[in-house]
């Protein structure tokens, strides 16, 4: 069992930077690959960016490339979102989210645990 929480969110302006965080507990977070994913209202829950157990592979969506960073920190349980250049159209909340698969990091049903989400709204 696995349990995430997630921090950083916020309200923050048109260009600028916020960093998230994803803390994990439970055993063997090493052993997951972990990810983030995004969501507005009405809308289905979209990738954002995945990364390896080790943290040598990344991958991410078209939207975000270039502007986000994901990595982690196994001696910290913990994987990061750095958000550049941030935009409107990245208002959503932002989840992180734990996989035991070895592909497909980029399809929820991949993952087996997530955590509750944060805010990050992007005003203009």
């Known amino acids: 069992q696995v349990q995430l929480v997630e921090s950083g969110g916020g309200l923050v302006q048109a260009g600028d930077s916020l960093r998230l965080s994803c803390v994990a507990s439970?055993?063997?977070?090493?052993?997951?690959?972990m990810g983030w994913f995004r969501q507005v209202p009405g809308k289905e829950r979209d990738f954002v960016a995945s990364?390896?157990?080790?943290?040598?592979?990344?991958s991410y969506a078209d939207s975000v490339k270039g502007r986000f960073a994901i990595s982690r920190d196994n001696a910290e349980n913990t994987v990061y979102l750095q958000m550049y250049d941030l935009k409107t159209e990245d208002t959503a909340v932002y989840y992180c989210?734990?996989?035991?698969?070895?592909?497909?990091?980029?399809?929820?049903?991949?993952?087996?645990?997530w955590g509750q989400g944060t805010q990050v709204t992007v005003s203009s």
């Open positions: 989210a734990a996989s035991d698969e070895v592909t497909g990091w980029q399809y929820a049903k991949r993952y087996n645990y």
């Open positions: 990364v390896s157990w080790e943290g040598s592979m990344t």
């Open positions: 439970g055993r063997n977070f090493g052993t997951y690959a």
